[in-house]
């Protein structure tokens, strides 16, 4: 059975499972917000910089952060930001971190946020040591990512393109073997959650819908909503949707009447991978 584990928010986007808590980020609120499976919520971080969008994993224990409008990674730590890398332009939109301290970011090509006429994207990835490089082109408005527990394979979902992407990841982060995972037909993938099976939950905005997939397309689960679902993650046993009402980038508002965003959770039989 699916319920509401918070209300009021602004904005939610890349949801993660860490210590025992959900993380997200509120982009309008401006926030990074820690939630408990009792509901309790914390605001963990308080940005200083535009954050339309601004998601974040962990590394090494650390939040790194994606300022897409400056084109920064940063790393929060108990003395406060640090740039991590120069990502070298804007429009960056999600992110994964490696186990091995590297992390990959995708983008759109062009500014969603500013208006900018669609382009392909790339995804990039960050060496421990901050190093950026490009891996992978012209992907169709990347959005969430995923890598198997092995690290050897990066799931992306490329929004306009209704699919899931699969790269083979190499030792120094670079991608080859680019294969679809899953042709999602008129679905549109926004954020990505790997459960313990190697299938994947998809969100999907216009549909109103986060759906279980394995490779290959085949639908396992469907859960639908009476909003936008815009991202998802996964704990041991609990599927963590957020969702909001849609009504384009001219109806996204900040004040408490426009505060749509819920924090939904639904029981799953397998977890997080």
Known sequence: MTEVLLEGVA????????????????WLAHEIVAVSPAGEREVVFRAGFPTMPMCF???????????????????????????????????FNEIVATGAGGCYVNGGGFDLMAGEPYRPGAI??????????????????????ALTPDGATLIVAESYANRLTAFSVHPDGGLTDRRVWADLGEGVPDGIALDASGAVWVSDVPHRSCTRVREGGEVL???????????????E???????????GL????ETAEDRTGQILTHPVSVGRA
């Open 11 to 26: 904005f939610g986007e890349s949801p993660r499972w860490h210590d025992g808590r959900l993380w997200f980020a509120d």
């Open 57 to 91: 994993d962990f590394l090494g224990g650390q939040p790194v952060i994606v300022s897409s409008s400056d084109g920064l990674l940063l790393r929060l730590s108990e003395s406060g930001l640090t740039t991590h890398a120069d990502l070298g332009g804007t429009g």
């Open 124 to 145: 990039l990835f960050v060496s421990p040591d901050g190093a950026v490089r490009p891996v992978a082109e012209d992907i169709a408005f990347g959005n969430g990512m």
């Open 221 to 235: 689960e469907k859960l639908t909503f009476d909003r936008g679902c815009f991202a998802c993650a996964l704990s």
């Open 237 to 247: 046993d609990t599927l963590y949707v957020v969702v909001q009402e849609w009504r």
């Open 250 to 253: 001219d109806g996204v508002g």
